[in-house]
């Protein structure tokens, strides 16, 4: 493997110099392309001429004007901003090309690096190695890109409290007390037999047993991590002309799905984005329930259940100014109590559906043709919310959908960690949890990266855009 020494003067084995368009494509003030690497100094002394002295010549954290060149032709005038190693985002020697917006400068100015000896950065791999060079956890890694992602300002601000370490510190708090613990355990097994101090036992099964609620406190904030970084996804379901998609409309402030009174107009889902107090919600307007002869609306309808099957929350709209209508209510009560919402629709006209027909449920009266409700809509939606998220409290790192894999099969492990060592003669059976002890670290361990292997890796990093 070839070595190559960086602008600081350490050998860099092995480490390729990576290159790429960093900002989204499309028009825009300004593009840039980013290169890490040890080549990426002698890179920008051939791709960007400016006054001397050369880029290489020059000191960190400065910026110059020049020209970014392929051969002898000018592409593009931009500024060249540089970093040494080890003060950069990857750790690495970085310099970035701020030049013109657009597709087509953007990829030549990156063509040009590449030609001066980079690689196409892989989607991630620039955060990849700020992780591999031990800049940042493999959680704080995932922040960055949750950042990128996030619908919300709430979403947005929990990432960025994950991304300054506050959910590294709670991993890391079990992890460390699990390693005492099974030090201790190590330890103890090297006693004598019977000469086990009493105060050992109880010792170590409180620490378990605190170790546990640890883990249970983290998965529970489970379901808030998942409605921030995935949006709850809201879905309005009914028969045929109760006021869905007028519904969608009063909701988003804007006309989105097409209104009539013809019933079967929704022949497909539309879904739309909201944000409700910080929290993304997605809302789908389905083809409503009803039988079809219809080849496109039944196969609207059968989105329609899919959907209701992912749903988080259920809108269910009911038309007051008709007779009551039992199979939609069946339909209503088959429903989660403690996320739907049944939408009783069209209060302006005379009423058909009368009270002491309805189950006791969570309801809001409207008139959407009047948009009349809708500020009671969002206070019922935000209470049904709030069992899964504390809208009061100041956003906070939520565990992710990999995190809780992880943590429940630690929390396996720990079980039966646990049953082992409820047992009188608790000596005996001491040995048998080292297995599942180190299991559980090693488990644990791949959640901030102290354990990894290059398949973790790859998964965790193809989630993330090019240029990040
Ligand atoms: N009178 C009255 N008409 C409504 C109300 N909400 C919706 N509509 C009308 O009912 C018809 C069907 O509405 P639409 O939203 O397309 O129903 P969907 O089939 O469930 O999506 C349209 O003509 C709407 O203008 C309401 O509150 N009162
Ligand atoms: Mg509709």
New binding site residues.
Partial sequence: MATVRNSIGQDTIGQDTIAAVITPPGEGGVSIVRVSGPMAFSIADRCFHCAPPLPSQRLENTFVYGHVRSGNENIDEGILLMWRAPRSYTCEDVVELQCHGGVATATRVLRACLDAGARSADPGEFTRRAFLNGRIDLLQAEAIMDIVRAHSARAQAAAQQQLEGGLSRKFDAVYDALMLVAAQIEATLDFPEDELPESVPEKIRSEISSIQTQIQELLATWNEGHLLRDGAMVVLS?K????????LNALLGHDR?????I?G??RDSIEAEFVLDGVPLYLV?TA?LRESEDYVEREGINRTRKYMERADLHLH?IDM?QPADSESLEAFKALDPKKSILIC?????PRLFHVEQWPQVQRVE?????EKGVKELKKALKTLLSESIDLSARPHAVISERHRKVLESVEQEIQEVAGLIQTEDMEETLVLTIPALRDALKALGQVTGREYHEDLLDQVFSRFCIGK
């Fill in positions: 009914g045929p002309n109760v006021g869905k998609s007028t519904l799905a097409i209104v009539s009174d019933p107009t929704t307007d409503g709209l100014s629709n069209k209060t302006d006209l409207m008139a959407l043709i009047e």
